[in-house]
């Protein structure tokens, strides 16, 4: 890997951390070939602190190490992207990233979707929720739905109506979902069993 060091007077190149699972940003630091060399040969990461002027371990104090996982160049070769393996929280702060968010897993739209979803579960005041309406019913007549919407993307799978299978399985995901927070889970669960699969 050449590392363009010389492109900073300092011959520091900036070093963006995610976290290898849930593929966060967790912080930026940065790294001169001393401290790339060390986080090589530890498999913890290491940056240059411009303020210190030296090198420094992150988790060095705290215990928070970060667990390098596997390091990219930049097609400019003078920025490094990090995946690590982070025990702990990653900001001095005590927060899960240095912008004080939390370190879970998003599934985008999906995550928004369970969010809502759990809202209607723990907050069932609204009674035209369709949701809502579901958990009170139990578990039975969710299962129901699930299976309900399962039969009809088969159907629709042999169909050659390409809009009505992509509705169908849409429903079977949203009951899905309404199901798996019923039995007290969410999709990241469920990723779990398939990763440790795979």
């Known amino acids: 890997m050449e590392i363009d060091f010389s492109k900073d007077k300092d011959g520091l190149v900036p070093a963006i951390v ?4 849930t593929k966060n940003v967790l912080m930026l630091g940065y790294m001169n070939e001393e401290a790339y060399r060390k986080t090589l040969d530890t498999k913890k990461v290491t940056f240059y602190s411009r303020s210190k002027q030296r090198l420094w371990t992150k988790g060095e104090e705290s215990g928070n190490f970060l667990n390098l996982v596997e390091l990219k160049l930049d097609c400019d070769n003078d920025t490094l992207l990090l995946s690590v393996n ?11 990233t240095c912008w004080g968010e939390e370190n879970k897993t998003n599934f985008g739209f999906i995550s928004e979707l369970e969010n809502v979803i759990s809202d209607r579960k723990n907050n069932p005041d609204n009674e035209k929720s369709y949701v809502a309406s579901l958990f009170q019913s139990g578990v039975n007549k969710i299962a129901q739905k699930v299976g309900e919407e399962a039969v009809e993307v088969v159907i629709e799978a042999k169909d050659d109506n390409d809009d009505l299978f ?19 889970y969410s999709l990241k669960d469920v990723v779990k069993v398939l990763e440790r699969r795979h």
């Open 18 to 21: 995610q976290d290898s699972v």
């Open 86 to 96: 982070p025990q702990g929280p990653t900001c001095h702060k005590g927060t899960d």
């Open 166 to 184: 992509l509705d169908e399985s849409a429903d079977l995901l949203f009951h899905y979902l309404i199901l798996l927070q019923q039995k007290g």
